[in-house]
């Protein structure tokens, strides 16, 4: 496998984890984009990641809708999350950061984001 195929995979496995997590029942495939573009924004592999989510029981899609499958799954925040003192920007806003909040899953973790898209994100907000 190259590393361009791996940092590929890498980046579905993660994206899936943190689908799998959303605390919310249903969104639009524009909130799930907005989501998935914390990891990847290459197109491609954000429909990738779409139909893979679909077809592993995680989400289901209807009229431009996804509905979640949580099944008792969301982000702990008291022991998934930790937070890192330094210069971060968040990957979903692009702000500047002295603490930075980032999310372990067993894919990897992903982040930093800001005190308020970590909430944005993860669907609490």
């Known amino acids: 496998m190259t590393a361009d195929a791996a940092d590929s995979e890498r980046k579905v496995e993660l994206a899936l984890d ?19 573009e914390t990891v990847t924004t290459n197109p ?42 330094g210069d971060f920007e968040c990957r979903r806003c692009g702000c500047g950061l002295s603490t930075g909040h980032f999310i372990r899953f067993d894919s990897g973790e992903l982040g930093p984001f ?12």
Request: with cysteine; proline share 0%; net charge neutral.
């Open 44 to 85: 491609t592999l954000t429909r990738e990641i779409l139909d893979e989510a679909e077809k592993r029981g995680i989400v289901e899609r209807e009229n431009g809708r996804l509905r979640t499958r949580r099944g008792g799954t969301f982000v702990r925040f008291e022991s998934q999350v930790i937070q890192k003192e």
């Open 18 to 36: 943190l689908l799998a997590h959303l605390e919310v029942e249903e969104l639009s495939i524009a909130e799930a984009v907005d989501r998935i």
């Open 114 to 125: 800001g005190s308020s898209c970590i909430r944005k994100v993860t669907g609490r907000e």
